[in-house]
């Protein structure tokens, strides 16, 4: 049975809407459509969707700068403000930040509120414009 709590929503791969073979809109739901919100909610800029202006996050701050210990402190500092701030999220912790010049790859580890059972995701996380 579904967990309505977690919900469910048209499936995303890279921002674009997936289809199946018959030409339907494919679903994610539970642990998958939580995974895709929280995705969803870091990719978007704070305020730049209209009807909520507080969705979304501020990782965009960090866009064009060099990854150092400061630019990771910060990208760690908003993924923990915008995971706070979702209620399906009963604790959450950072794995693993790792980086190049160019990108941040995060792996979290996350429980839902409605379970014990956490589940990882693998957040990249790109520094170029």
């Not at 202006?53 to 993924?79: A, C, K, M, Q, W």
């Not at 930040?97 to 160019?102: G, L, R």
Request: charged share 20%; aromatic share 8%; no cysteine.
């Amino acid at each position: 049975m579904t967990n309505i709590y977690l919900g469910k929503d048209i499936k995303l791969l890279d921002g674009d809407i997936q289809f199946s073979t018959g030409q339907d809109f494919k679903v994610v739901s539970e642990e998958n459509n939580l995974a895709q919100a929280i995705e969803s909610k870091l990719r978007t800029i704070k305020g730049e969707y209209l009807l909520n202006s507080e969705y979304g996050s501020e990782l965009n701050s960090d866009l064009g700068l060099p990854s150092t210990d400061f630019i990771l402190s910060g990208v760690r500092g908003h993924i923990v403000e915008t995971l706070n701030q979702d209620p399906r999220v009963k604790e959450f912790s950072i794995i693993h930040m790792d980086s190049d010049n160019s990108k941040i790859i995060v792996s979290l580890s996350i429980t839902p509120i409605t379970t014990n059972k956490s589940f990882n995701m693998v957040f990249p996380y790109y520094l170029e414009v």
